[in-house]
């Protein structure tokens, strides 16, 4: 069983910068396919960034803007978010997988954190 916290959401004005933290305990994540999806109200669940040992992802949304890490000696998974837009907020999850490859889907993934809020003012 792995439990995933995120931290470091907040109130950010456009063009700022936040960095997510995803700490993971119950296993070593250095296995596990990772992921960073955002959910703002009204919408689906859509995903933001993923990672694993063949490499990362982004979709157009966020490619450029925001960067996925992950530290396994700490056991944590980062998501750098730079030139904020209003449209990024959302309550961002992370998610992971016991798996090689990348997942863009929610459905890929089978743990789930219980999500930080962004929020980017105009």
């Known amino acids: 069983q792995v439990q995933l916290v995120e931290s470091g959401g907040g109130l950010v004005q456009a063009g700022g910068s936040l960095r997510l933290s995803c700490t993971a305990s119950g296993r070593s994540l250095s296995s596990y396919a990772m992921g960073w999806f955002r959910q703002a109200p009204g919408k689906e669940r859509e995903f933001v960034s993923a990672?694993?040992?063949?490499?990362?992802y982004y979709p157009a949304s966020v490619k450029g803007r925001f960067t996925i890490s992950r530290d396994n000696s700490k056991n944590t998974l980062y998501l750098q978010m730079n030139s904020l837009k209003p449209e990024d907020t959302a309550v961002y999850y992370c998610?992971?997988?016991?798996?090689?490859?990348?997942?863009?889907?929610?459905?890929?993934?089978?743990?789930w954190g219980q999500g930080t809020q962004v929020t980017v003012s105009s």
């Open positions: 990672i694993s040992r063949t490499g990362t």
């Open positions: 998610a992971a997988v016991l798996s090689l490859r990348i997942g863009v889907a929610a459905n890929d993934y089978d743990y």
